[in-house]
């Protein structure tokens, strides 16, 4: 009787310790955000509206249909005066860039980035045991990782990742990766850096569906500092809930909506189709299809279940099956940190998750200030939210990102602790928070542009681009007459 007693007390033992492992082991491949930096230019790289009219006329195989399609397209872009573009352009070599252009480009945000994430996170370059870098059109030898490791010496055993080709949801891909690391090795620090090269990518062809992207693409970056040992957990500001990624690249029209390619005259560009929001809308509703069920609560998603199955039984009777149901995201959601990929992009989504302009706002924002910056664009929305404070904890934060492929990824993020109360912790918006939201968002092209509209390709003169009467030189800001009878927008030379 003893024994039996004896080999059940064991067996209930064992069968304990085995839950207590597999719940530990859990506990292990969280992914916790231990902070992020995105990267700010400097000032000399702002492309404003008097640098931008010199870089269309320039470009000397536009004429004036194409000037009246770039003046509708930048218009309607959403997009502000303080973006940054690469140094190339403002030296007038986009006709001619060099790789030398591109690694520069590179390297200034590789070193001012990280160097300021590793100071202000107290992380040394040799903690770091994962690295994974997204820069997706810039291929070199040796690697962009491999330029990180050598200018800040990481461990001859630090794992790394070099991405390329991911389009603009490659930051997501990259967190996919270092989630996936995690599952496999305890106490790990990781390093990702997202990023996109615009030296070598500038189009200076008159491929109206190619010179859309100098319209929207701008510089930046962010990298992020990763981990899930748990000693680390009480200096986290993020917790990963869930991620997922969709690929519609075996679809042949969405594989060929965004490409790298050579237009007719042999000039290389990024072509965006006219089947691109099609592609879009079909990834966008499959990844919302898969991540729906484990972001949202069950109460939302019976709700949704009932009101379909009662349209679907009106349908049949020939009744009036009434507006289809749509689910409610904000019961799962309380922010949401959008892809800027353009005006119509955030437009499209709001329409479909029925968001408001609060919950639109750090997007919008966020694309008139710093434009569209490719994968790390979803970074300054989330910084944006950040510097408002509007990040809680206990808060969950939806990120949705599009790419070239095609490709939609999403994630959900669990704020850990109150932030945004920290001054001087180099917030990208920290100097201009407060005039944010902008009240006035018209576009300066417009005022300064407008008349191309009704120009007669005839008598059309490109030189008249940079009227001598409202522009200054190149490279410097516009200067308004001090005059108070000066009209505010320029007339037709």
């Known amino acids: 009787m003893e024994l039996l007693m004896l080999m059940y007390a064991s067996s209930i033992l064992y069968l304990t310790f085995i839950i207590w492992k597999k719940i530990d082991e859990r506990r292990d491949k969280h ?7 995105c990267y700010k230019p400097t000032d000399d790289r702002m492309l404003d509206t008097g640098l931008c009219g010199e870089l269309i006329k320039r470009t000397k195989k536009l004429g004036l249909l194409e000037y009246k399609f770039l003046l509708k397209a930048i218009v309607s872009s959403g997009i502000g005066e303080q973006t940054y573009g690469p140094r190339m352009v403002f030296a007038g070599r986009e006709d001619n860039p060099a790789l030398e252009d591109g690694l520069v480009e590179m390297d200034e945000f590789f070193h001012d980035s990280i160097q300021k994430l590793l100071d202000k996170s107290g992380i040394s370059p040799s903690q770091i045991d994962v690295l994974v870098v997204n820069v997706s059109m810039l291929a070199c030898i040796p690697s962009l990782s491999a330029r990180i490791i050598n200018h800040y010496k990481l461990r001859h055993n630090v ?11 490659a930051s997501l891909i990259s967190m996919d990766i270092v989630r996936n690391v995690f599952k496999s090795y305890k106490n790990v620090n990781a390093l990702l850096v997202t990023s996109e090269s615009l030296s070598l990518n500038w189009y200076l062809g008159n491929d109206r569906s190619m010179i859309l992207s100098n319209c929207l693409f701008r510089s930046g970056g962010c990298a992020m500092l990763l981990t899930n040992n748990r000693a680390l957990k009480g200096r986290a500001i993020f917790k990963l809930k869930c991620l997922v990624r969709t690929h519609h690249g075996a679809r042949d029209e969405s594989y060929g909506c965004c490409l790298q390619k050579e237009d007719d005259q ?10 691109l929001p099609k592609a879009a809308t079909r990834a966008f509703i499959d990844n919302l299809q898969e991540i729906g069920p484990k972001i949202l609560p069950a109460r ?3 709700r949704f279940g009932v009101m379909t199955l009662v349209r679907k039984m009106r349908q049949r009777s020939a009744k009036l099956a009434g507006p289809r149901p749509v689910i409610n995201f904000r019961t799962g959601v309380d922010h949401f940190c959008i892809h800027t990929g353009g005006k119509a992009v955030i437009d499209g989504i709001g329409a479909n998750l029925q968001l408001s302009e609060h919950d639109l706002e ?10 569209n910056t490719s994968a790390s664009s979803l970074w300054y929305v989330l910084a944006y939210m950040e510097a408002k404070r509007r990040l809680k904890r206990g808060n969950r934060v939806f990120m949705i990102s599009f ?4 490709k939609c990824n999403s994630c959900l993020w669990e704020v850990v602790r109150d932030l945004g109360n920290e001054k001087g912790k180099g917030n990208v918006w920290e100097d201009c928070i407060e005039s944010y939201p902008s009240k006035n968002r018209v576009n ?5 542009y407008g008349w191309i509209n009704q120009e007669d390709p005839s008598t059309f003169n490109p030189d008249s681009l940079l009227h001598p009467g409202w522009t200054m030189a190149v490279n410097t800001r516009v200067v308004q007459s001090s005059n108070p009878n000066h009209m505010s927008g320029p007339q037709r030379p």
């Not at 794992?159 to 949801?169: A, D, E, I, P």
């Not at 750090?362 to 434009?371: I, S, V």
């Not at 790419?403 to 095609?406: K, L, S, T, V, Y």
């Open 444 to 448: 300066p092209f417009a005022e300064k």
């Open 403 to 406: 790419g070239a492929g095609f």
């Open 266 to 275: 042999g000039l290389p560009g990024f072509h965006l189709g006219k089947s």
């Open 159 to 169: 794992k790394v990742f070099n991405l390329t080709g991911m389009g603009c949801s």
């Open 362 to 371: 750090p997007a919008r924002m966020t694309l008139h200030r710093f434009g």
């Open 31 to 37: 992914c916790y955000i231990l902070d992020y930096q």
């Open 300 to 302: 939302e998603l019976l």
